[in-house]
């Protein structure tokens, strides 16, 4: 079975400074990862995915996100942070080739700071 | 646009007084998923249809229900609401058509959050 772990589960930088989102994941085989943001009563939307082609893949709103599977690991980046970049991020795998679930981390809360 | 659509937004029911949530969807995507959201977690997989075949998570309570009438249409059926049941509500949709399963980024309405009194 698959599973994620989000190394940091809060998460506070000053605007216009780097993010870093931590992620490990645990797979028998070669997963598709996502990163999902999640505003405050809203719904989760995608930022960016990996489905086995460029390792490193850039997504919305500046972020991207580097697959190193030596290190089991899918960290997201973003260089400078913006105020609106405060939100609840989850890192996401996917089931087998023929499942259609996902498993979720924890999730990180990322404070802005002015 | 095409998207997901849930209703309502905000639901107030009270304890043991059924209650039903709504998803609707324009990008005719065969998978349905609901998830249930408590304050801080991450979201928890209810069930989700494959087309019309139901498939329920062995730890998702008999007290939730779920209908699909159609491709576009998912309700949500919580019989007997309790307090522990207060959370978000989210619906999602996957579709098949771009590779396998497991490739299809699921895409999320904006949630219902309920509130039981």
């Known amino acids: 079975a698959q599973s994620v772990t989000q190394l940091d589960s809060h998460v506070s930088v000053s605007e216009g400074t780097p993010v870093l989102l931590r992620c490990n994941y645990s797979?028998?085989?070669?997963?598709?990862l996502f990163w999902y943001v999640q505003h405050p009563n809203k719904g989760l939307q995608l930022l960016l995915k990996?489905?086995?082609?460029?390792?490193l893949v850039k997504g919305i709103n500046g972020f991207e996100a580097e697959f190193k599977k030596s290190e089991t690991s899918f960290h997201l980046t973003k260089p400078s942070a913006h105020m609106s970049d405060a939100a609840e991020y989850f890192c996401?795998?996917?089931?087998?080739?023929?499942?259609?679930?996902?498993?979720f981390g924890a999730g990180t809360t990322v404070t802005v700071r002015a | 646009d095409a998207m997901v659509i849930q209703n309502p937004r905000y639901q107030v029911t009270q304890f043991g007084k059924p209650v039903t949530l709504s998803c609707s969807q324009t990008?005719?995507?065969?998978?349905m998923y609901w998830y249930q959201q408590k304050s801080s977690q991450a979201p928890k997989l209810l069930f989700h249809?494959?087309?019309?075949?139901?498939?329920n998570e062995a730890d998702t309570p008999d007290n939730f229900q779920s209908r699909r009438p159609n491709t576009s249409f998912c309700f949500l059926d919580i019989r007997s609401p309790g307090l522990g049941d207060a959370a978000m509500y989210l619906c999602?949709?996957?579709?098949?058509?771009?590779?396998?399963?497991?490739?299809?980024?699921?895409?999320f309405g904006p949630g219902t959050r309920l509130t039981v009194l």
């Open positions: 996401v795998v996917s089931g087998e080739s023929n499942d259609y679930k996902l498993s």
């Open positions: 797979s028998s085989y070669s997963p598709s």
């Open positions: 990996y489905t086995s082609a460029a390792t």
């Open positions: 990008l005719n995507h065969n998978v």
């Open positions: 249809y494959y087309d019309k075949d139901f498939n």
């Open positions: 999602a949709t996957a579709g098949g058509a771009s590779g396998p399963p497991a490739y299809n980024e699921q895409f």
